[in-house]
């Protein structure tokens, strides 16, 4: 029998229309452009604005974009998977609500949270999906609405995270292209370092945790880029070594979009040069589960069919991981 792997065919992109420069960043809290700048990357984010628009109506908005590029008719769709941390509604499920509203009346849908991991984590769990052959068409949704959780007078975070959404569709394919290998980890030490405190089961909201601000983003930075910088060069560097590629081999280097700096040190790591390395950060800031499949509409029509990928990920829990991937178009 010829295997099957799964392969992206299809990509899709929603960024907010309202910027929110490094500049108008200054007139909340005490920063400015170069400290911004020189310490991740980023010189603007996107921010969604609108009574009552959550992360559903980014991931309609990047599916629909997919759906008409590709012209598809998103009742062939069997799965629709969105990637958040940030959903609409604690408990409905945001993903049940896309699938509705593009017109994917014979999918199953639900979220997937692994923070800024989650598009990873979901890559591996579409692969699975398709490989088996139950299934031939599923929709992976990044998406997030970081401005709903971000305390804008914090200056360790407000600076980092923006809005987007970004859509992938992975069908099975005989080629030897697709999803090739993956190495995912986690370590619940992380939740010392990255977490809302407030609005879980383990300490519900009240007026007195919302008066402390205890259901916003809260970072310890030094730490969480110490834990990123090396976790996500090591399981990028596992997949070179295990699948024995080398620099040529690698066409672009696929890396969540959490800070210049730590893209860097992976890149380097791997021995990949600067301009295989996708770059968006300064852009979009830092969008959680959107980044890797907003880097990958942004690069769309310089990927060729055969190129190799390498993405890694790392976000809070603490999850990581990295995948390796050909391209199919």
Known sequence: ????????????????????????????????????????????????????????YMAIKASEDLISKKNLDPKEIDLVIVATATPD????STAAYVATEIGATNAFAYDLQAACSSFLYGMSTVTSYIESGRYKKVLLIGADKMSSIIDYTDRATCIIFGDGAGAALFEPNTEGLGFQDEYLRSDGIGRDFLRIEA???QMPAT???????????????????KYAVSNMADVAEKMLVRNNLTEPDIQWLVAHQANKRIIEATAKRVGVSAEKVMMNI????????????????????????????????????????????????
């Open 1 to 56: 029998m010829t295997k099957i792997t799964a392969a992206i065919t299809a990509v899709g992109k929603y960024v907010p229309e309202y910027v929110l420069t490094n500049k108008e960043l200054e007139s909340y809290v005490d920063t400015n452009d170069e400290w911004i700048t020189t310490r991740t990357g980023i010189k603007e984010r996107r921010i969604l604005k609108g009574e009552g628009l959550g992360t559903s």
């Open 89 to 92: 509604l604690p408990v409905a």
């Open 199 to 201: 609005g879980g089961s």
């Open 207 to 225: 007026k007195q945790t919302v008066e402390e601000g205890k259901h916003f983003v809260y970072q310890e930075g030094k730490t969480v880029f």
């Open 282 to 329: 300064h852009r979009y800031g830092n969008t959680t589960s959107a980044t890797l499949p907003l880097l990958l509409a942004d690069y769309e029509n310089k990927l060729k069919k055969g190129d190799n990928l390498i993405f890694a990920a790392f976000g809070g829990g603490f999850t990581w991981g990295a995948a390796y991937l050909k391209w199919a178009y």
